[in-house]
């Protein structure tokens, strides 16, 4: 079965530190692909990115860098220089090669102090 | 347009009003999602509709009944909701219900059951 783990469940940090968040994930599957979603106060989900689980390779978009890590199922998501506009919570989510729905995971809150 | 348009942005209602949430997109995407969220909560999906058709009902009470009108459009049509239906419903697109394809996704509607 599918399961997406986000162990941190609100984190806070002084504006510029940087910080990652972390996502754990189970599935039996070969094929399958990760995501990850920022909700804002707003409410939109609004997606980052997704890597499919042949391409290990890391991904850096600005101040936002994803580890994918096959070995410890891990895909993690690290903000450098952290700025207000940042704090949202974020969700780590899983696809798998079938008609599965995707699972998200129970997201981190995070919160970026000026 | 990469936009998914939901309207009314709130929405409250008594439990024996009948009411719709619409949802929007122009990206020629065909695959549409609902999900209901509750508060600090992932999104949890309620439906899917692909290529209009209705291919995934998870288990979702009656009182909550979907529509898809042409490849663009989706409804919710809600009747005799319980308070504990309020929630964040968001609606979502994606080219097709492929597991690679990301979900792009409304700003919700809140709802509120009184």
């Not at chain 2, 008594?14 to 992932?42: D, F, I, V």
Request: glycine residues 4%; charged residues 20%; aromatic residues 12%.
């Amino acid at each position: 079965a599918q399961k997406v783990t986000q162990a941190q469940t609100e984190i806070s940090v002084v504006e510029k530190e940087d910080v990652t968040l972390d996502c754990v994930y189970e599935t039996r599957d070969t094929t399958y692909y990760l995501f990850w979603y920022k909700q804002p106060p707003s409410g939109e989900l609004v997606f980052l990115i997704r890597r499919n689980s042949f391409d290990e390779q890391n991904e850096i978009s600005g101040r936002y860098s994803w580890n994918f890590q096959k070995s410890t199922s891990s895909f993690n998501f690290t903000i450098t220089a952290s700025q207000v506009v940042d704090s949202a919570v974020y969700f780590c989510a899983l696809s798998d090669s079938g008609n599965t729905p995707l699972v998200f995971g129970k997201g981190t809150r995070l919160s970026v102090i000026a | 347009d990469t936009e998914v348009t939901q309207t009314p942005k709130h929405l409250v209602m008594g439990m024996t009003n009948k009411k719709s949430l619409k949802c929007e997109q122009h990206m020629g995407h065909r695959a549409m999602y609902w999900y209901k969220q509750k508060a600090k909560k992932p999104p949890e999906l309620m439906f899917v509709y692909s290529y209009e058709k209705l291919s995934i009902n998870e288990s979702v009470p009656s009182r909550f009944s979907p529509e898809c009108p042409n490849s663009s459009l989706l409804n919710l049509h809600l009747h005799a909701l319980q308070p504990e239906d309020s929630a964040l419903y968001l609606c979502a697109s994606s080219q097709d219900r492929l597991a690679a394809d990301e979900q792009f996704f409304g700003p919700g509607t809140r709802l509120t059951v009184l």
